[in-house]
């Protein structure tokens, strides 16, 4: 079965610094892979996909993520926080009957950033 | 453009009441999801539509049913509302499968 695993509920990185947000997923097939942001009390915005092709993908708010099959991860990085990024980030494959039309979520990892 | 909206943005119900969560897209999308969210859960799929006129059970559809009559919108129903259904609600969209899905801005419905 499709799963998305993001190991870390809680991290706290100070404004600055490097983050990276781990996100392994299961799928048996090359997956769609997504990552989102939730700032509080509202929706889920689309920070970067990958679909095919360059495994180093870029996003918005200058966020990255790297798509390593052998290890079955795509984790999220930014080389420098700022306070603004402070949020919920969930990690999703795309998954479905014949098509990428139903999402799988992880559990979220909730960012805080010290000033 | 407004994109996805949700209607209405809390609700309170008692055990048993029914309700019907509204879910509209001006995009001209195809697929429409219905998700719940909950701590420590991550976002789970209760039904989707691929189109006009179609439905189908997700990840959680037990005590819920749905309706897209219209492209635009997505009507998420409670017939007999339970307190496990205290939850966020959200509305998703996108143009063709495997595409990004747009967001609405959620539900909160608590059920005492």
């Known amino acids: 079965a499709q799963s998305v695993t993001q190991p870390d509920i809680h991290i706290t990185v100070s404004e600055g610094a490097s983050l990276e947000l781990r996100c392994n997923y299961s799928?048996?097939?090359?997956?769609?892979l997504f990552w989102y942001v939730q700032s509080p009390g509202q929706g889920l915005q689309l920070l970067l996909k990958?679909?095919?092709?360059?495994?180093l993908v870029q996003g918005i708010k200058g966020f990255e993520a790297e798509f390593k099959r052998r290890h079955s991860s795509f984790n999220l990085r930014k080389p420098s926080v700022h306070w603004s990024d402070a949020a919920e980030y969930f990690c999703a494959v795309g998954a479905g009957l014949g098509g990428y039309n139903k999402l799988i979520f992880g559990a979220g990892t909730r960012l805080a950033v010290h000033p | 453009n407004a994109g996805v909206t949700q209607t209405p943005k809390f609700r309170v119900l008692k055990t048993g009441q029914s309700m019907t969560l509204l879910c509209a897209q001006d995009m001209n999308h195809e697929y429409m999801y219905w998700y719940r969210q909950d701590p420590g859960m991550g976002l789970r799929l209760i039904h989707y539509s691929v189109g006009e006129g179609t439905t189908a059970k997700g990840e959680v559809p037990d005590g819920y049913n749905v309706s897209r009559l219209k492209k635009q919108n997505f009507l998420l129903g409670l017939e007999s509302a339970a307190p496990s259904q205290t939850s966020v609600y959200f509305c998703a969209s996108s143009y063709h499968r495997g595409g990004e899905q747009y967001f609405g801005p959620g539900t909160r419905l608590t059920v005492t």
């Open positions: 799928y048996g097939a090359t997956p769609y």
């Open positions: 990958y679909f095919s092709g360059d495994t």
